[in-house]
Every structure is written in C-alpha cells, then in structure tokens.
C-alpha cells in the first residue's frame, strides 16, 4: 500500500465549478500535511499547509481529518488558471525534510 | 522564483554511464532535499544533506549518492545507469532540517537513459 494515496484523476470541469480532491495517509506517525501544485513541465510549489482545524485561502480550502487519516482540497469558482496537477503531500514527525508525496492528481479546467 | 537553481536542465545519458547532478540553494539555507519523479508520478524521496552530512535516506541503492559542499550547494551522483533512472530530479532547500521547515523546489533536471 502506498503512504500517500490520491484520487486516479483527471478531473475535466468547466470553469466556475467547484472540484474536491481526496488523499489518504497510511502512517499515523504524520504530522505536517500540505497540498502542493505542479504545473506540466515545472516543479512543485507549496500551495497550502493543511492543520487540523482546516483552513481556506480565498477558493481554496483544505481540511485534515487524523481518525481518519484523510485530507481533502476544495477548489471553488475554478478558474482556467487552476488546471495543474495537484499533489498531496505527508512530513512524517522526527524525519526531518523527508517530504512523502502522493502520485498526483490532474486537474483540467475547461472555457 | 524560489532562488533554487539546478543544472543542467536536460541530460541524455546511455545504460550504464554515470551522471552528475548540481543544485544551488537558496540564499541562507543549508539543507538540500534530492527527489526523483518519474513520468506521471509522485517526487520521490531520494536524500538529504545537512550541513554537509547526509540526514535521511530515501529506498535508493547505494549507486545514487551525494554530496554537499561549504557553500550548501549540492551534488547528486547516479552510477550503472539503468533505464528506469530516466526522470525529473528536484532540489528542494530548506533553511534547516526541522520537521516545520518548508522546502523549495529548484526547476529540475530531466534525465533521460537511453
């Protein structure tokens, strides 16, 4: 099983709709959470930390469940400037920077 | 831009060959991340270098290996290389190696073995 799964994707959406990502975590040693963007050819960028409480910048929105070791990003009012793929991203507590990433999920919006 | 620099860009090595990899930190930051992500997948952890020591190991063979310099600059070394090498390889820089520290992406090198 890998530590970090995603939904398979694509995700195709018209713009303007609201689009929901999924990943699980299997190691309950985690402890950072966060959602990363890559767009085709380029590196990743930190779109987002993930606490427990949730937390949204501007249409974005992320919450983290520990019980259920899941973690959820919310895209509202897509724009064609999102279409990218979408990395959930696990630091596991007293391993430094090793970063675990999932396998990526690819978000296309469409006009 | 993150500061983070990588060379060269692209790389076209044949099976068996031995390849080099640099990465130049971010300004003030001493620790350097090495990742692997092939085609349609994940970055994939493959080592990192505090302070010139190597801090943590990812699931790569010994024939990956690396080295950071005084200047926190960074080599990444891969010897016998095999088909499946073929990948994007990131730095990421962070200014320690603290469990809170956010790591920064350089643009990447894409190996390709033929």
């Known amino acids: 099983r890998k530590e970090v799964e995603q939904d398979p994707g694509p995700f195709n959406v018209p713009e303007g709709a609201t689009v929901a990502f999924n990943c699980t975590y299997s190691?309950?040693?985690?402890?950072?959470f966060f959602w990363y963007r890559q767009d085709c050819r380029k590196e990743p960028k930190l779109l987002m930390s993930?606490?427990?409480s949730g937390n949204e910048d501007g249409r974005f929105t992320a919450q983290l469940n520990r019980a259920s070791q899941y973690i959820s990003l919310l895209i509202r009012d897509s724009k064609l400037s999102d279409s990218a793929t979408y990395l959930c991203?696990?630091?596991?507590?007293?391993?430094?920077?090793?970063?675990?990433f999932g396998q990526g999920t690819e978000l296309s919006v469409k006009p | 831009e993150t500061g983070v620099t990588q060379s060269p860009t692209h790389l076209i090595k044949t099976r068996g060959q031995q390849v080099t990899l640099r990465c130049s930190s971010q300004?003030?930051?001493?620790?350097v991340s090495w990742y692997q992500q092939a085609l349609g997948q994940g970055p994939q952890f493959i080592f990192q270098?505090?302070?010139?020591?190597?801090?943590g190991r990812g699931n790569f063979p010994p024939r990956f290996s690396g080295l950071q310099f005084p200047n926190y600059s960074s080599e990444l070394n891969v010897n016998a290389l095999e088909l499946d090498d073929s990948a994007l390889y990131l730095c990421?820089?962070?200014?320690?190696?603290?469990?809170?520290?956010?790591?920064?992406f350089g643009p990447g090198t894409r190996l390709l073995v033929l």
């Open positions: 990421a820089s962070s200014s320690t190696s603290g469990d809170g520290e956010t790591q920064y």
């Open positions: 300004s003030g930051h001493n620790t």
């Open positions: 993930v606490y427990s």
């Open positions: 991203v696990v630091r596991i507590y007293n391993q430094g920077g090793k970063l675990i």
């Open positions: 270098y505090y302070r010139e020591e190597e801090n």
């Open positions: 190691n309950s040693a985690s402890q950072s």
